[in-house]
């Protein structure tokens, strides 16, 4: 793994023929660095998962347009409207005239509160509905757990590729490609300080409720995930199997209050 002195956009990464990640990486003193990823799905309707943080602008955007010309990109679906999610919306906007912002009801709300996007130039879909982008359906999927009510996941039914939002995100050491690189120990423990941070609800959560969530989540058997805060992962099990493990048992003291509220304003 490769250290993280500072913000920084990699590479994209080909995942499947449509798919691509743009990868960046935030340090997080004390704890390691945070992946903070935007995803490209390519097609005669091409979406943008997510626009990244506001303080990697020019690199994301250079990689978004070797990737696409930005009048071909047609949809931006927002998981949720946190800084790190919505931090180009507005620059992407301008950039690509005919985009339209993916969002829910509550989702434009909050934008609007905050004064980013154009209600003109939004698609609020409703509960359960199957958007769908060239011809390809995307399935809303409520991630198991979340920072934001808004939050919107999907599960992409050509490639089985599912969008989980924030949750099964990890402070990790370093950088690094795939999970599959990464030491067990490490990541369950990246993992376990991330949802503490993230949804520190989750250790009070039934363990009964938590397990019925997860399997369900196993049913979809996707070949890949993809998470705002980790590396592609191939093994959805591998992840659910942590989470069930970690939760659901009372009190976690895996982040300390101040470490959660130093991590929350290095996002804001």
């Excluded at 409520?142 to 919107?152: F, L, R, S, W």
């Excluded at 019925?212 to 591998?238: C, F, I, N, W, Y």
């Amino acid at each position: 793994m490769t250290p993280i002195t500072g913000p920084v956009q990699q590479q994209v990464q080909r995942l499947t023929r449509d798919w691509t990640a743009l990868p960046s990486w935030l340090p997080v003193p004390g704890l390691g660095a945070l992946p903070i990823n935007s995803f490209l799905l390519k097609g005669p309707e091409a979406m943008l998962v997510d626009t990244g943080l506001g303080a990697l602008s020019e690199p994301l955007i250079q990689r978004l347009a070797e990737e696409i010309d930005l009048e071909d990109l047609r949809w931006i679906w927002l998981s949720h409207t946190d800084a790190d999610h919505i931090g180009n919306l507005d620059r992407i906007l301008a950039l690509a005239p005919n985009a339209t912002v993916v969002t829910n009801f509550l989702g434009a709300g909050k934008m609007g509160m905050l004064g980013a996007g154009d209600p003109a130039r939004m698609r609020l879909l409703g509960p359960g509905e199957v958007f769908e982008a060239g011809g390809r359906r995307l399935h809303q999927v409520k991630p198991p757990y979340y920072d934001a009510p808004e939050t919107m996941g999907f599960f992409d039914e050509t490639d089985r590729v599912f969008f989980a939002a924030d949750a099964f995100g990890a402070l990790l050491p370093g950088s690094i490609e795939t999970i599959d690189d990464i030491p067990s120990d490490a990541l369950r423990e990246g993992l376990v300080a991330w949802s503490s941070v993230d949804a520190p609800w989750l250790a009070q959560m039934d363990r009964g409720s938590l397990g019925k969530m997860l399997r369900a989540l196993d049913t979809l058997e996707p070949a890949h995930v993809l998470s705002g805060h980790l590396p592609v992962a191939q093994r959805l099990d591998t992840l659910t199997e942590i989470v069930r493990g970690a939760y659901g048992r009372g009190t976690t003291e895996a982040v300390t209050p101040e470490t959660a509220a130093q991590v929350e304003a290095i996002l804001a």
